[in-house]
């Protein structure tokens, strides 16, 4: 069992920058991959990126691609979404989730967060 919580998220203006920090209960965080999503108002949940077990492979979504990229550090059973350039479009609430396997499929996750709410003014 691993509960993940996100922290981090918040107002900021377009151009700005964010660190999401997803920090993971229980000592089997390296077992898992992670992965990010999102969610805006209306729309549905969307991929944004995920690394596998060690870090040493990642997959950035086309859409933030050259902008937002992830990170984990098992020591501290944490996981990382460094988001800079950021777009009023990047506005959404965004989940952090383990499995185990990387994926873009959200349901082939087993564990979320509750989410973490990103704002992005113009």
């Known amino acids: 069992q691993v509960q993940l919580v996100e922290s981090g998220g918040g107002l900021v203006q377009a151009g700005g920058s964010l660190r999401l920090s997803c920090a993971a209960s229980?000592?089997?965080?390296?077992?898992?991959?992670m992965g990010w999503f999102r969610q805006a108002p209306g729309k549905e949940r969307e991929f944004v990126a995920h690394?596998?077990?060690?870090?040493?492979?990642?997959y950035i979504a086309v859409s933030v691609k050259g902008r937002f990229t992830i990170a984990r550090d098992n020591a501290k059973n944490t996981a990382y979404l460094q988001m800079n350039s950021l777009k009023p479009e990047d506005t959404a609430v965004y989940y952090c989730?383990?499995?185990?396997?990387?994926?873009?499929?959200?349901?082939?996750?087993?564990?979320w967060g509750q989410g973490t709410q990103v704002s992005v003014s113009s």
């Open positions: 690394i596998d077990w060690t870090g040493s492979s990642i």
């Open positions: 229980g000592r089997t965080f390296s077992s898992y991959a």
């Open positions: 989730a383990a499995g185990a396997s990387p994926t873009t499929v959200g349901d082939e996750y087993d564990y």
